[in-house]
T-cell receptor, first 110, second 112 residues
Framework: GIQVEQSPPDLILQEGANSTLRCNFS?????LQWFHQNPWGQLINLFY???GTKQNGRLSATTVATERYSLLYISSSQTTDSGVYFC????????????FGQGTTLQVKP | EAQVTQNPRYLITVTGKKLTVTCSQN?????MSWYRQDPGLGLRQIYY???????DKGDVPEGYKVSRKEKRNFPLILESPSPNQTSLYFC???????????FGQGTRLTVV
């Protein structure tokens, strides 16, 4: 099945710093999403981005499907950005199951 | 507002006492599914439904039941909960398979 790997596993930033999170996947995919799991456990949709580039405020994402990776950029980080960031892709089985990476845990210090 | 609503958000129960976690979406999505999230194991799919009256097992269906009598609702039923079902549960909906997924707020279940 498709493997999804995220890097780095952990990241500590000072407030105001920028960061780039990476998601590699082992096969071609039809769907890629980025989520933020906040400290209360909620999974928040950030981007649905099978290919191309999208921006939403301080966050942007780029997926290069032909090279099997996606990047999430966080600029001017804030303490509220803390949490775990997941990328997820559709598995190869015809079940609609999302395959999640192991996540990047981000801590933004004031 | 488009959303997926789960209830309850938190639940502590005892072994063997039947419980239901409700999930409702207001986006007229055809596809719905349940995941559980455990440390070190990530998110695993429990059951999914492609439409009303169409449900199928995911990767970890043992100990769970679901039903899809209406398009908007997809409850998760634990007939006889056990401590190994202590977990964070998420309901998700999608317009169709391979489209954007939307998750509920999560239900943190503890079985003692």
């Amino acid at each position: 099945g498709i493997q999804v790997e995220q890097s780095p596993p952990d990241l500590i930033l000072q407030e105001g710093a920028n960061s780039t999170l990476r998601c590699n996947f082992s096969d071609s995919v039809n769907n890629l999403q980025w989520f933020h799991q906040n400290p209360w456990g909620q999974l928040i949709n950030l981007f649905y981005i099978p290919s191309g580039t999208k921006q939403n405020g301080r966050l942007s994402a780029t997926t290069v499907a032909t090279e099997r990776y996606s990047l999430l950029y966080i600029s001017s980080s804030q303490t509220t950005d803390s949490g775990v960031y997941f990328c997820a892709v559709d598995g190869s089985s015809n079940t609609g199951k999302l395959i999640f990476g192991q996540g990047t845990t981000l801590q933004v210090k004031p | 507002e488009a959303q997926v609503t789960q209830n309850p958000r938190y639940l502590i129960t005892v072994t063997g006492k039947k419980l239901t976690v409700t999930c409702s979406q207001n986006m007229n999505h055809e596809y719905m599914s349940w995941y559980r999230q455990d440390p070190g194991l990530g998110l695993r799919q429990i059951y999914y439904s492609m439409n009303v009256e169409v449900t199928d097992k995911g990767d970890v269906p043992e100990g769970y039941k679901v039903s899809r009598k209406e398009k908007r609702n997809f409850p998760l039923i634990l007939e006889s909960p056990s401590p190994n079902q202590t977990s964070l549960y998420f309901c998700a909906s999608r317009r169709l398979m391979n489209t954007e997924a939307f998750f509920g707020q999560g239900t943190r279940l503890t079985v003692v």
